[in-house]
T-cell receptor, first 112, second 114 residues
Framework: GENVEQHPSTLSVQEGDSAVIKCTYSDSASNYFPWYKQELGKRPQLIIDIRSNVGEKKDQRIAVTLNKTAKHFSLHITETQPEDSAVYFCAAPAPNTDKLIFGTGTRLQVFP | NAGVTQTPKFQVLKTGQSMTLQCAQDMNHEYMSWYRQDPGMGLRLIHYSVGAGITDQGEVPNGYNVSRSTTEDFPLRLLSAAPSQTSVYFC?????????????FGPGTRLTVT
């Protein structure tokens, strides 16, 4: 089955700095890699996703990169702002099933 | 559209009691799933369904039952509550295949088992 590992578990940055969160997955057949943001007390919401036929995708200050050879994908947030403070989850599908497996989450704190 | 709704928002149970967490969606999504969220453990899949009448186990199914009699509803039953089931429960829905599309999460149910 699929195993998704996420690092770091906590990340503190100064406002304006960049933040990078990395996930590794175990099954080379996985083909869809979403990132979710969960603000305190709220539900998780999709912020960006990437499919295995591209290596990078950007949406304003956030980007996701995928390295299929190394089986890892990363979330990049540039020019961080206090409202970026949240828990971020990566996920990957378990191939040959319809299960979506999440990483354990990264708590990002952006200090003014 | 209300999206994905869950009831109740909070629940306290005693060990051994049973209860049903309700989940409904009005987006005509075929795929629905239940996750539990525990500190440091992320979101773990309990059960999922790819359509009415079809359910399957996730990563942590023990102690939970589900059924899917309609497209809209996907209730989660705790058969005999245990303190280890203290958690926040999220229901989600999506297009099929659910593992390849955006998951729309409900607001969550915070369950405490004493």
């Amino acid at each position: 089955g699929e195993n998704v590992e996420q690092h770091p578990s906590t990340l503190s940055v100064q406002e304006g700095d960049s933040a990078v969160i990395k996930c590794t997955y175990s099954d080379s057949a996985s083909n869809y890699f979403p990132w979710y943001k969960q603000e305190l007390g709220k539900r998780p919401q999709l912020i960006i996703d990437i499919r295995s036929n591209v290596g990078e995708k950007k949406d304003q200050r956030i980007a996701v990169t995928l390295n299929k050879t190394a089986k890892h994908f990363s979330l990049h947030i540039t020019e961080t702002q206090p409202e970026d403070s949240a828990v971020y989850f990566c996920a990957a599908p378990a191939p040959n099933t319809d299960k979506l497996i999440f990483g354990t989450g990264t708590r990002l704190q952006v200090f003014p | 559209n209300a999206g994905v709704t869950q009831t109740p928002k909070f629940q306290v149970l005693k060990t051994g009691q049973s209860m049903t967490l309700q989940c409904a969606q009005d987006m005509n999504h075929e795929y629905m799933s239940w996750y539990r969220q525990d500190p440091g453990m992320g979101l773990r899949l309990i059960h999922y369904s790819v359509g009415a009448g079809i359910t399957d186990q996730g990563e942590v199914p023990n102690g939970y039952n589900v059924s899917r009699s309609t497209t809209e509803d996907f209730p989660l039953r705790l058969l005999s509550a245990a303190p280890s089931q203290t958690s926040v429960y999220f229901c989600a829905s999506s297009y099929v295949p659910g593992s390849s599309y955006e998951q729309y999460f409900g607001p969550g149910t915070r369950l405490t088992v004493t």
